[in-house]
């Protein structure tokens, strides 16, 4: 079964709000990280925050981590048109192995 | 720039006829992967090689083969495509990392249609 499963399914806010997707997973990791999948395209990495992390930042994103609760969250501050994307959550799954959640669709509405 | 490139970006092929897609790195990444995502769904991990060595996932079928034959260059083949194989493809790579977190890097993927 899928180690990440992603909340909101999809998002629709307007250009200027600030956007949150989260993310839980089922068993202990080492880290987690957040990718980002333009329609049609590959994904790109946005992010990595590792298990004794609670909170970390690039630019407009902040990513937190919750071990206790086994979930996460990405918050992307003030958005924009170009935003508009796939938002994934993966764990580390033992080697190299990623396990990938289904992903929240954000739409940014200009 | 280093990059992941995947060539075809499009592929149609017939029900039963072999396909290959391939995947070439300028990151000299130990690691390659292969992924398939269908509409809507998460990446899903096909296997990965760890230089020469070739990782499979329990649950990729037979039908999928892959090849590596230098670090640049990765292959998957699929032998007799079915309506289900249609998806996107996607191919990573990543570095060992002494410190653990293995961020992918992924190329544009190649889209496969069969008719």
């Known amino acids: 079964s899928q180690q990440g499963e992603e909340d909101p399914q999809a998002l629709s806010i307007q250009e200027g709000e600030n956007a949150t997707m989260n993310c839980s997973y089922k068993?202990?990791?080492?880290?987690l990280q957040w990718y980002r999948q333009n329609s049609g395209r590959g994904l790109v990495h946005l992010i990595l925050i590792r298990s004794n992390e609670r909170e970390k930042h690039s630019g407009r994103l902040r990513v937190t981590l919750d071990t206790s609760k086994k979930s996460s969250s990405l918050l992307i501050t003030a958005s924009r048109a170009a935003d508009t994307a796939s938002y994934f959550c993966a764990t580390d799954a033992g080697g190299f192995k990623t396990i990938f959640g289904a992903g929240t669709r954000l739409f940014v509405k200009a | 720039d280093a990059m992941v490139i995947q060539n075809p970006r499009y592929q149609v092929t017939q029900f039963g006829k072999p396909v290959t897609l391939s995947c070439s790195q300028t990151?000299?990444?130990?690691?390659m992967y292969w992924y398939q995502q269908k509409s809507s769904q998460a990446p899903k991990l096909l296997f990965h090689y760890y230089d020469k060595d070739f990782n499979n996932e329990a649950d990729t079928p037979d039908n999928f083969q892959s090849r590596r034959p230098n670090t640049s260059f990765c292959f998957l083949d699929i032998r007799s495509p079915g309506l289900g194989d249609a998806a996107m493809y996607l191919c990573?790579?990543?570095?060992?990392?002494?410190?653990?977190?293995?961020?992918?890097?992924f190329g544009p993927g190649t889209r496969l249609t069969v008719l």
């Open positions: 990151l000299n990444h130990n690691v």
């Open positions: 068993t202990s990791i080492n880290n």
């Open positions: 990573a790579t990543s570095r060992v990392a002494v410190s653990g977190g293995n961020e992918q890097f």
